[in-house]
């Protein structure tokens, strides 16, 4: 009577995604509170497979049950962490049986012994395998990547094997994926929903004759790349529709829109590896393959994609490779005249420390070819460039070390564009809030810019249209800028979609990254523009299409996961920490900031009491912002250095000791709700335990708080929108675009 019970002959497994490393001090055991940013999925025809393929898709670095460090086993065996899973198979690596590891750990003696028959096997594994296709199959059906098997057999004969060799091995004795379809066995589902084994079965025939285009995602959400980079994959697909174009959907991610199965003609769930990918390209020959809309993970394919035959849509990987590659986009950058921050690589500590001296501190560093600002910081003299480069980051050759002037309390900009070659679309110039050296993907950004002269914005105009022409872009590009004394600074350029692209397009009604799809596929940005009646919300700078918002104001503000990692601290810096954003729109700066807040759970008073807190370079400003807040009806209290500071200037503030100075101080203070608002500012050198207790109390008793005098500065500027109760009107966002 319609009824049926599901029945599936494949297994489904789904790996969560942490992201500790962000988080100094975070503590990384896992109990009863959530603390993944995002998780992946994979499928095979057993659990080793599919297990094995999970650990492929997760974005860091693993071919599967990769070795760790075997030091304080038993401990990490007892406490469950983010690696629990790698050290159950190091474990059996170092001689423990099932019922030690069981007994320590409590897994189920199931899942126990398909990982110890995983590593039972990677014993067996030598070069005899290459000529052994019975062995070899064996091997692929339970999930061994390609990767991992030439990393056994160096291991073990002391070879310098890489996956390509696998790959020709199986190529020699027709072992290769096999495509099967997701979904209950024996209904006729009318969608292809697809992933790969190695296990012998009917081959699922791959898409029809008809033009089609590969679409790469991201793979898990985490931070510095999440669903904003889905959005746009989505997107691509939508416009491959109104092209008449089929599309295939490649991703990992069950959180996301984009492996839903009804997004995409044909979707693909598998790793987000070259192995994968090649086999997929191989089997469907895709006219076209996007790889600019996911991020930095497909990007960094680019290459090796065009070198197997893969037709790259849009921007040519010689030209992301040219934007990848310092030392040859400072040279690109300098050609057209265009001033930047004075800058270097560094291939040794050595090196490192002769080239920020000759920069002058502070300077900026971290590792090349990163996302997210991973590893970035701020450094202000030598012993702390030795610190950084002796704990942070590995240097070489093949990974050297970026170091960059830093423009001290300069503006920051983010500029999203899109180019046929011939024409260039601005979204929007969004402007940081926040002063720069904190991560762009962190600090609050309002569009239209609420500061900048019409000769700066005409000259960021100029200049992106240059940087797009020149570099040689077609679809999206995100250019970084820094307003630094009057001048402008070009920061960084990604030739593909960025972050704030979904923020962009729901703030001007123009949706970017369906435009871009139809840019990469027919390169006519004015055609593109039209067929999504863009045109009546645009206007022209120069030569320049631009659709900046006339009538109303979008903030964008980060939301952060600091309340669920107990240990981080919520002082912002170069790395990204926030997990999501919000929007606040109105017809003002102030109430769409005063939305953003409350959107962002940082809902703060319009009177009461402060505790001010100053780093030494913000205690000029802090000045200024205790006046303005005493104007609108707050009483401060303040810590030693910075009460002193505001007595200097004739300001009343109330003196409360530190944690570590003697009761009662702010630490009862924050206990017993006596403060309503926290500015806490902080810099390399005040680091210290009182203040990093202090920003536990706040986030542990949920006083909403400010961390840049800056971010400060607009709140208080704000109260008067908050006490009239202006910024309660409501209305839809089709009525902003409307207007």
């Known amino acids: 009577d319609g009824f049926y019970e599901p029945e599936i002959d494949y297994i489904v497994v789904k790996v969560p995604k942490f992201a500790f490393e962000k988080f100094k001090g975070a503590n990384t055991l896992l109990g009863t509170a959530m603390k993944s940013v995002g998780e992946v999925m994979s499928l095979g025809k057993n659990l080793k497979e599919a297990l094995q393929k999970a650990l492929c898709s ?56 398909e990982i110890y028959e995983i590593v039972e096997f990677e014993k067996s594994v030598d070069m005899d395998i290459l000529n052994d296709p019975k062995k070899l199959q064996e091997a692929k059906a339970m999930g061994f990547s390609d990767k991992k098997l030439a990393y056994l057999i160096n291991l073990k004969d002391n070879l310098e094997l890489s996956q390509n060799d696998i790959y020709f091995a199986r190529t020699k004795f027709n072992i290769a994926q096999i495509y099967q379809k997701a979904g209950t066995k024996g209904r006729n589902d009318n969608f292809t929903y697809l992933y790969s084994t190695f296990k012998k079965c009917e081959n699922i025939s791959s ?50 829109v984009s492996t839903d199965y009804d997004t995409s003609d044909t979707l693909y769930f598998e790793p987000i590896d070259f192995e994968h990918l090649r086999s997929v390209i191989e089997r469907e020959n895709p006219d076209g393959v996007i790889i600019h809309f996911g991020g930095q993970t497909p990007l960094k394919f680019a290459k090796r994609l065009a070198i197997v035959g893969a037709n790259v849509i849009g921007t040519s990987p010689r030209v992301i490779d040219m934007a990848e590659d310092r030392k040859k986009f400072s040279e690109f950058i300098s050609k057209l005249g265009i001033k930047q921050p004075n800058n270097a690589t560094a291939t040794s500590v050595e090196e490192a420390v002769l080239k920020a001296k000759e920069i002058g501190y502070p300077v900026l560093v971290r590792p090349s070819y990163v996302l997210g600002g991973r590893a970035m910081k701020k450094v202000t003299c030598e012993s702390e460039l030795l610190e950084y480069m002796g704990e942070a980051v590995s240097v070489s050759n093949h990974s050297p070390v970026l170091i960059d002037k830093f423009l001290k309390n300069a503006t920051e900009l983010d500029v999203d564009a899109i180019s046929d070659g011939k024409d260039v679309f601005v979204g929007a ?19 239209p810019p609420q500061s900048l002269s019409k000769e700066i914005i005409e000259k960021v105009y100029k200049n992106t249209k240059e940087i797009a022409i020149n570099l040689g872009v ?9 307003i630094f004394e009057d001048e402008i600074y070009m920061i960084e350029v990604n030739p593909r979609a960025s972050r704030t692209v979904p923020f962009v397009s729901k703030a001007t009604g123009i949706p970017m990254a369906k435009v871009a799809t139809r840019v990469m596929w027919q390169g006519d940005l004015k055609e593109a523009l039209n067929f999504y009646d863009s045109y009546k919300n645009l206007i022209k700078v120069g030569d320049i299409y631009t659709a900046t918002p006339k009538n109303h104001v979008c903030v964008k503000e980060s939301v952060f996961p600091f309340n669920k990692l107990v240990g981080a601290d919520f002082i912002l810096g170069p790395e990204m920490k926030s997990t999501g954003e919000v929007m606040g729109i109105s017809d003002s700066f102030a109430k769409s900031f005063i939305k953003s807040q409350i959107s962002a759970s940082n809902v703060f008073s319009s009177s009461g009491t402060l505790f001010l807190s100053l780093a030494d370079d913000d205690k000029k400003s802090g000045i200024e912002l205790a006046k303005k807040f005493i104007k609108e009806g707050f009483r401060i209290v303040a810590t030693s250095g910075t009460h002193n500071a505001l007595k200097e200037h004739g300001i009343e503030s ?11 101080n702010i630490a009862d203070k924050l206990k017993n709700n006596e403060i309503n608002l926290v500015v806490n500012t902080s810099d390399n050198k005040s680091y210290d335990d009182d203040g990093i207790k202090i920003r536990q109390l706040v986030l542990r008793f949920k006083v909403p708080y400010f961390t840049t005098t800056k971010a400060a500065l607009m709140a208080v500027n704000s109260i008067p929108s908050m006490k009239d109760g202006s910024y309660l009107e409501v209305k839809s966002i089709q009525d902003y675009l409307k207007e």
């Open 58 to 113: 997760m974005e860091s670095g693993l071919s599967g049950f990769d070795e760790i460090s075997s030091k304080d086993l038993v401990y990490k065996l007892r406490h469950a962490d983010d690696k629990r899973i790698l050290y159950v198979a190091q474990a059996f690596r170092e001689g423990y049986d099932i019922e030690k590891v069981y007994e320590l750990t409590k897994i189920d003696k199931y899942f126990l012994n």
């Open 207 to 256: 898409c029809n004759k008809d033009k089609k285009v590969l679409i790469i995602g991201g793979g898990p959400n985490r931070i510095g790349q999440g669903i904003e980079f889905d959005y746009c994959c989505v997107h691509a697909s939508y416009a491959l529709k109104d092209l008449g174009i089929k599309s295939i959907m490649y991703n990992c991610n069950p959180e996301t």
């Open 429 to 447: 110039i969004l402007e940081h809030i926040e002063e720069a050296g904190i991560h762009s993907g962190d600090s609050i950004s309002v569009m």
């Open 654 to 664: 109330e003196f409360v000791h530190k944690i570590s100075e003697g009761r009662p």
């Open 474 to 482: 077609i679809g999206l590009l995100n250019i970084q800028f820094a």
